[in-house]
């Protein structure tokens, strides 16, 4: 299958002014502006499948919206080439615009004052939807949406799920073959995620939609994305399937065991003991000093494991070895929390923090 989206390499620069604080600093920059230069996206290139649902993630400030500003026409990359649908996007705005649909979680397309439906009517004339394809596409949106009065209400009314909801709705209604949502489950309810997650998954299904997301949520990954792309800094750090997501960064367990009767909190120095213990005994075992994380929880002691360079069964033994052990539970460790690790470079401490 041809992909449908090509990106290659791409860069993003922007310029921006240096301010010196106070009014002294407030005249010196109307005189002398110093300029640095942010990469907000530094060399990423990815191949999107028509009928995909892709993650886009990464944390605050890795390029994600740049990346799709870029993608939707709305900036030009510094260096880099792009095509979607075989259209150059910053150079074929309008041409680009026939074919995708755009949601920006923090904005709307639609008008504040009017109702939605009638917001609906000006893309109809926009776009030239026919009269047909709107009506079919009104009836499939109700039908997922299950009810029609949303629709009725002024955008002001709406809450602010109910607007994303119109938003990707509304995004929808030109059978673009490729939708970009940029955080549309931002600041939404539990419930409201659902429903959002349920219209974009039906939308993709019966219209065979590509969809690039990017989401801080780990959830929407999980319910909707078959593929992930991670960036951070202006680079991508994974492309590949969600399966492969946690083998890839390792296979991650924490252990927490309870080590010590009648303690209310292990200190810092029983903890460097056991870090120290345990990394001994492994070193006997194995003939290798790994670093093993060591973390207390109250009277507990975390310890994160990496299964593909030693086994939970391992750690115990080499636990037992010097002490004794009244309990201890295994939990393994969400994708969610194996992307913050990546994040977090190798803080483990929120990956522990988290059950
Ligand atoms: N218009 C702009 N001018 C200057 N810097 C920008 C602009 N847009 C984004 N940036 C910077 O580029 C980086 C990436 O931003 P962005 O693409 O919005 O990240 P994300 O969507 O992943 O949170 C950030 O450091 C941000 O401050
Ligand atoms: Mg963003």
Known sequence: ???????????????????????????????????????????????????????????????????????????????????????????????????????????????????????????????????????????LLNCILGKEELLQCTVRQMSLGQRILCDIMASFLHNPSIVFLDEPTIGLDVAMKARIR??????????????????????????????AV???KGNVLYDDSIENLRRYFGAYRA?????????????????????????????KKTFQRPSITVESKEKEVCILIDEDKISTMEIINCIQEKYRIYDLSINDISTENVIKKIYAGETNEEILSID
């Open 230 to 232: 991670i960036i951070d």
């Open 255 to 283: 252990l927490r065991l309870n080590l010590f009767k009648d303690i209310s909190k292990v200190t810092q120095e029983q903890l460097e003991k056991i870090k120290n213990d345990l990394e001994e005994e492994i070193a």
């Open 1 to 139: 299958m041809e992909p449908i989206i090509v990106v290659k390499d791409i860069r993003k620069e922007f310029k921006v002014a240096n301010r010196h604080e106070g009014l002294c600093g407030s005249i010196r920059d109307l005189f002398f502006r110093e300029y640095k230069v942010v990469q907000a996206v530094n060399g990423v290139s990815m191949e999107i499948l028509p009928g995909e649902i892709v993650g886009y993630l990464g944390p605050n400030g890795a390029g994600k919206s740049t990346t799709i500003k870029m993608m939707t026409g709305i900036l030009e990359p510094t260096s880099g080439s792009i095509t979607v649908n075989g259209i150059v996007p910053y150079k074929n705005r309008v041409k680009n615009a026939q074919n995708i649909g755009v949601v920006f979680g923090q904005r709307t397309q639609l008008r504040w004052a009017l109702p939605a439906i009638e917001s609906f009517k000006l893309l109809k004339d926009m776009y030239r939807i026919s009269d047909k394809e709107y009506k079919e596409n009104l009836e």
């Open 198 to 227: 349920e219209m974009i998954k039906v939308l993709n299904k019966e219209k065979n939609t590509t969809v690039i997301l990017t989401t801080h949520d780990m959830g929407d990954v999980d319910a909707l994305c078959q593929r």
